[in-house]
């Protein structure tokens, strides 16, 4: 079985600060991906990688950077977190073919 | 501009009988789809898929249909379960190949 780890189930920062959400994978998976769900507007993409060091913008990447040093772990860096930032992150991977398996999230609260 | 629609933000169905949630399409070239099963404070389940090549594809009690001329699909649940009541994001692959896109997704509610 595919496990996508993350490293916080709930996290609550204040609006400025720098937060580090971090996802691991332990099936060798290529490609790794982050996505917000907000109600109403389904997941969103904000950045994937597809190789070590390597990664492309999704469709909301404003606000958002990524890092991928290792193969197993992609992380995902809020430089000045806001409130319209408050969302469930979700982590997910992709082998071969094209399912994604998710991470369980992390409900990030900004206040 | 959304690629993937999913018009019914929410689905109430008695347990035993067939749910069925509708997924909508505008790009002709996405030629996979997929349909995720998300319960609260969870992340999304992969479920089941269907390839552009075909129109039909079942998992037990899960069945996707594919219409390419309609730019429709649609997943049947029979039959619907109370442990069914969750999130349906219906997903399709993008051009590139690289990442889904998803719709916003159907709140499927089975009461007994």
């Known amino acids: 079985d595919v496990k996508v780890t993350q490293s916080s189930r709930y996290l609550v920062k204040r609006t400025g600060e720098k937060v580090f959400l971090e996802c691991v994978q332990d099936?060798?998976?290529?490609?790794m991906f982050w996505y917000r769900q907000d109600p109403g507007l389904g997941l969103r993409l904000i950045y994937f990688?597809?190789?070590?060091?390597?990664?492309e913008k999704g469709d909301i990447p404003e606000g958002y950077s990524v890092s991928r040093e290792k193969k197993e772990r992609f992380s995902l860096i809020l430089e000045s977190a806001s409130t319209n930032q408050t969302s469930m992150y979700l982590c997910?991977?992709?082998?071969?073919?094209?399912?994604?398996?998710f991470g369980p999230g992390t409900r990030l609260t900004v206040t | 501009d959304q690629q993937v629609k999913q018009n019914s933000p929410s689905l109430s169905v008695q347990e035993g009988r067939i749910s069925i949630l509708n997924c909508d399409y505008t790009n002709s070239m996405f030629d996979y789809f997929l349909w995720y099963k998300k319960y609260p404070a969870e992340g999304p389940t992969f479920l089941i898929s269907?390839?552009?090549?075909?129109d039909k594809n079942e998992d037990g009690r899960f069945t996707v249909f594919l219409n390419k001329s309609a730019k429709h699909l649609s997943l049947h649940i029979v039959p619907s379960q109370p442990g069914d009541s969750a999130v349906y994001f219906c997903?399709?692959?993008?051009?590139?190949?690289?990442?889904?896109?998803f719709g916003k997704g159907t709140t499927l509610s089975v009461s007994s």
């Open positions: 997903a399709a692959i993008n051009q590139a190949g690289t990442a889904l896109i």
């Open positions: 099936m060798d998976h290529e490609n």
């Open positions: 990688s597809y190789d070590v060091k390597m990664k």
């Open positions: 269907i390839s552009s090549i075909k």
């Open positions: 997910a991977t992709r082998g071969p073919s094209y399912e994604q398996y």
